[in-house]
């Protein structure tokens, strides 16, 4: 079992920033990929970033590209979502998740194996 702890979010005007933090305990040596998500009224859950744990790559949702970037910190099992120029559509409550089965797949929720519980974000014009 991983369990996955978010904070960091808020309210922030538009063009401010916000660094989400996600912190991972329990089995967290059988972290492969650690990814965030996303979730506005209404809307699917989408993929947000991810990062290979073990590794150097990391992936974004094209609507994200150039405004956020997704860190780890391996010794404190903590994955950073920093968010700069935010946008109110970036409203929604962010979700981390971690997959522990032993493939790199990352953009689908189905993909992950344990969520956090979601730390509401929202953006006002």
């Known amino acids: 079992q991983v369990q996955l702890v978010e904070s960091g979010g808020g309210s922030v005007q538009a063009g401010g920033s916000l660094r989400l933090s996600c912190a991972a305990s329990?089995?967290?040596?059988?972290?492969?990929?650690m990814g965030w998500f996303r979730q506005a009224p209404g809307k699917e859950r989408d993929f947000v970033a991810a990062?290979?744990?073990?590794?150097?790559?990391?992936y974004y949702a094209d609507f994200v590209k150039g405004r956020f970037t997704v860190s780890r910190d391996s010794a404190k099992n903590t994955v950073y979502l920093q968010m700069n120029s935010l946008k109110p559509e970036d409203t929604a409550v962010y979700y981390c998740?971690?997959?522990?089965?032993?493939?790199?797949?990352?953009?689908?929720?189905?993909?992950?194996?344990?969520w956090g519980q979601g730390t509401q974000v929202t953006v006002s014009s």
């Open positions: 329990g089995r967290t040596l059988s972290t492969y990929v």
């Open positions: 998740a971690v997959r522990v089965r032993s493939t790199y797949r990352f953009y689908a929720q189905s993909d992950y194996d344990y």
């Open positions: 990062v290979i744990w073990r590794g150097v790559n990391v």
